[in-house]
């Protein structure tokens, strides 16, 4: 178990892709502006049309921040899917590739397809609902995503224990490892 990577390293390559998920955000919102105002908006307009009550309270200006707020969320939810789908394909993100960490079975060696795509869906399961919520029933959706994107958020604490295994690692039979290294253990 000594090759598998804990939280702190873990924790440093998340980081880093955050500057990319960034950079990438800011590159979508200048490619589809109006793509995103016009989701935002209709995610609002849903919610609030579901509840009088709730629509009364918000004013014009306020109506403008949640929509723009609403934006820059869906922006960035779209943005860590495409960025963090390198784990599916190349076994790791940039930040872990750039720390020289990739994710491989508990058995060792390369993650197979399916484990790599599970632990992907179940690690971003809250973003993955945010976006399908555009297409759905959106405040059922996205309460949900949140919910068990909550139980996934502490499940990443779990990597700073013995075994080294967040949540989504455990639930799909994966470790995050040095590249180059096998697990063992």
């Not at 892709?17 to 609002?44: G, R, T, Y």
């Amino acid at each position: 178990m000594e090759n598998r990577i804990g939280f702190g390293p873990r924790l440093g390559a998340y980081v880093i892709d955050i500057v990319f998920v960034w950079i990438l955000s800011a590159i979508i919102s200048a490619i589809l502006p109006s793509f995103f105002v016009e989701m935002a908006q209709k995610q609002i307009d849903e919610i609030l049309s579901s509840n009088q009550m709730v629509a009364s309270l918000y004013t014009g200006e306020m109506l403008k921040i949640l929509v723009s707020a609403t934006r820059i969320a869906l922006i960035v939810n779209v943005a860590q899917l495409l960025y963090f789908s390198t784990e599916i394909f190349l076994g790791a993100s940039v930040g872990k590739m750039l720390l020289s960490l990739k994710i491989a079975n508990v058995d060792g060696g390369n993650a197979s397809a399916g484990s790599l795509v599970a632990r992907y869906l179940l690690k971003h399961i809250s973003k993955v609902c945010t976006v399908l919520a555009l297409f759905c029933i959106p405040a059922m959706l996205n309460l949900m995503g949140n919910l068990f994107g909550f139980v996934i958020f502490i499940g990443c604490f779990f990597a700073a224990g013995d075994r080294h295994q967040a949540l989504h690692d455990m639930m799909c039979r994966t470790v995050v490892v040095k590249k180059g290294e096998n697990v063992e253990g």
